[in-house]
C-alpha cells in the first residue's frame, strides 16, 4: 500500500509476483497507480505497508546488491545536452563494476549512427533508446520499462519492442508499464491490468515460477 497525505490511495491491494526470464505488463490508464507501483519496487518510493522482494532481496538491508543487478527507465529521462551518446553510455557503465561494452549496449539500441551525435540532437524515439541503454549496461537481470514507448512514433516503438524482445531471449526478466493493449499482447508473457487507483489489479494466470519480484499490501 502506498498513502499520501492527506487522503490519496496510490496503490492498495495490489498482490504480485513476477516470474524469472517473463516480461510481465502492468497495463492501466492514468492514475491507475502503475508508476507508483513500479518505483516502490525500484526502491525510489517506500511503501506505506507491506512487503516488497525482489530478486530474493529487500530494500531495506540488500540496497547497495539491488542497484548492482538491476536496470531502471523512467517515464522522462534527462541527460547532459552536450554529451555524445557513446559519452552518455561510459557515463553509466562506469556505475557498474561488471557490465556489458559500450559498442555492445549502442547496437543493441540501434544507436551506432547517432554515437558522435549530441543529446541535444537526437528525436524523441533515440533519446528513449538512448535511455534504455542506460538502463542495459550493467547487464541486469532484472530491467523495470515505465511506459517506455508513450509518445514515440510507430517505427520508434517497434523498435523498442526489439530490443524487449531481445530480452527475452536472453532469458532477463522486464516488468512493463503501459497503456496499449497492443504493445502488451506483443511483449508480455502476463499482464497485471488496474481500471483504477481505487481497485485491485486483477492479473493473467501464471505461466512460470521461480519469483523475481514480489509486493504485497497489506492494511
Not at 544507436?111 to 549530441?118: I, N, S
Not at 511506459?147 to 522486464?174: A, C, I, M, Y
Request: charged content about 30%; some cysteine.
Amino acid at each position: 500500500m502506498k498513502r499520501y497525505p492527506p487522503a490519496v490511495t496510490a496503490v492498495d491491494g495490489l498482490d504480485l509476483e513476477v516470474a524469472r526470464g517473463e516480461c510481465f505488463g502492468l497495463l492501466g490508464p492514468n492514475g491507475a497507480g502503475k508508476t507508483t507501483t513500479i518505483e516502490i519496487l525500484e526502491g525510489l518510493l517506500a511503501p506505506t505497508s507491506g512487503e516488497v522482494e525482489v530478486l530474493g532481496l529487500r530494500w531495506d538491508r540488500d540496497a547497495s546488491r539491488l542497484r548492482a543487478r538491476l536496470g531502471v527507465t523512467l517515464q522522462e529521462t534527462h541527460l547532459p545536452e552536450r554529451l555524445t551518446v557513446e559519452e552518455v553510455v561510459r557515463m553509466f557503465r562506469a556505475f557498474y563494476g561488471k557490465g556489458r561494452s559500450v559498442d555492445e549496449v549502442i547496437a543493441l539500441v540501434s544507436l551506432e549512427e547517432k554515437r558522435r551525435a549530441w543529446f541535444e540532437k537526437l528525436s524523441g524515439g533515440q533519446r528513449q533508446r538512448l535511455a534504455v541503454a542506460c538502463a542495459l549496461v550493467g547487464d541486469p537481470d532484472l530491467v523495470f520499462l515505465d511506459e517506455p514507448t508513450t509518445g514515440l512514433d510507430p517505427q520508434s516503438r517497434r523498435q523498442l519492442w526489439d530490443v524487449v524482445l531481445e530480452l527475452k531471449r536472453h532469458g532477463r526478466t522486464v516488468l512493463l508499464t503501459t497503456h496499449y493493449m497492443d504493445e502488451a499482447e506483443r511483449l508480455c508473457c502476463r499482464c497485471s491490468c488496474s481500471p483504477a487507483s481505487s481497485s485491485p489489479p486483477r492479473t493473467s494466470r501464471p505461466r512460470c515460477s521461480r519469483p523475481s519480484a514480489r509486493c504485497r499490501s497489506r492494511p
